[in-house]
């Protein structure tokens, strides 16, 4: 079992940068990606970014593509999502997750860490 606990949030003018990270604990080794996803007031949840564990190859929604990088840390089991050029539909809750293999399902969701755009 893998414990994630996501953190970094705040609130932002539009056009600004936060950093968020993701810190793993538990089970983390053998994984096959981590990801983050977020969630507006009233919409389903959605993928924003992952990571590849044993390529670093990532991926991104195209609406952030050019503003956010996704990156990792091994040594301190942590995931990042640096946000960048934030834009008022960037608010949401944001969460980070781990897929256990190529075919699975993302899971092992955290509490989610609140980001506010303000116009």
């Known amino acids: 079992q893998v414990q994630l606990v996501e953190s970094g949030g705040g609130l932002v003018q539009t056009g600004g940068s936060l950093r968020l990270s993701c810190a793993a604990s538990g089970r983390t080794f053998g994984n096959h990606a981590m990801g983050w996803f977020r969630q507006a007031p009233g919409k389903e949840r959605e993928f924003v970014a992952s990571i590849i564990l044993s390529t670093d190859i990532t991926y991104y929604r195209d609406s952030v593509k050019g503003r956010f990088i996704i990156s990792r840390d091994n040594a301190k089991n942590t995931v990042y999502l640096k946000m960048n050029s934030l834009k008022p539909e960037d608010t949401a809750i944001y969460y980070c997750?781990?897929?256990?293999?190529?075919?699975?399902?993302?899971?092992?969701w955290g509490q989610g860490t609140q980001v506010t755009v303000s116009s």
């Open positions: 997750a781990t897929q256990p293999t190529s075919w699975a399902d993302f899971g092992s």
